[in-house]
């Protein structure tokens, strides 16, 4: 039982100090992140992707994907 009360105590701490972190930084985007996994993207899929920074996946019909380089949508985007 007191086992318990300690390990809410302690989530509750780590909560209330993610929130207290939350409040006091601005949110920043994820921009470090982002370059480095859609470089890895390009280098994976080479020969498929464009140099323009675009996933470059071609669908069926030989269209070419224009959501950027490593997009986090499942889906392509052909338009
Ligand atoms: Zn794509």
Known sequence: MSKMDNL???RE???AEAQKRAASTPTRPKAPVA???S???AERAADATAADGLCGHRNMSGRTCT???GHPQKSH???
Request: glycine fraction near 0%.
């Open 8 to 10: 809410r105590a302690m």
């Open 13 to 15: 701490a780590r909560y």
């Open 35 to 37: 370059p480095a996994a």
């Open 39 to 41: 470089k890895r993207v």
């Open 67 to 69: 959501r950027e380089s």
């Open 77 to 79: 985007r052909y338009s």
